[in-house]
């Protein structure tokens, strides 16, 4: 949630912002993929890259009136020339889990992330969509699954 001059949630510093703009200014790269499956919109992030095309940020969150941070629709895609450089994909309910985000990442995230060809992917992980947690109401589990496990070791 922290952007670039202000903390924001329970985060100072925004670590992967920091990690992708090193990636793109200091090391040359010129396609950084943020995936993002905090329960919580990554609004920071959002913002600090909305009008970079270099980096395509990914949030799969829970969004509806009363949730923090209250940003986060389908509809905010970026802006200029980074316009469809941000993907959210808004959990409208709570009790999203496995079957949910697993059906995101293989119909939604992995077309769009082999389509961008990311030379490095940096992972905001949140751990509040976890089933058990009071706060997010998600539902996702702590069974490995093969998608995530295939895609780390470079099978996608």
């Known amino acids: 949630h922290a952007c670039c001059a202000r903390m924001g949630g329970f985060c100072f510093l925004n670590n992967v912002a920091v990690a992708a703009r090193v990636a793109v200014r200091r090391h040359k790269l010129k ?3 943020v995936v993002d499956w905090d ?7 959002q913002q600090i890259f909305a009008d970079d095309p270099s980096v395509l940020y990914v949030s799969l969150h829970r969004y509806g009136a009363g949730f923090f941070p209250g940003s986060g629709g389908a509809e905010e895609v970026g802006t200029g020339h980074a316009e469809g450089f941000t993907v959210n994909v808004p ?3 709570e009790l999203m889990g496995d079957a949910e985000y697993l059906a995101a990442f293989d119909l939604l995230v992995m077309p769009i992330a082999r389509a961008f060809a990311p030379e490095l992917v940096l992972v905001s992980a949140g751990f509040d969509a ?3 947690d009071r706060v997010g109401g998600m539902a996702v589990s702590s069974t490995p699954h093969p998608l995530p496990q295939a895609t780390a070791w470079g099978g996608w």
């Open 39 to 45: 329960v919580h919109h990554g609004d920071g992030t």
């Open 31 to 33: 396609r950084v993929l």
């Open 91 to 93: 959990w409208r309910r």
């Open 130 to 132: 976890a089933s058990g």
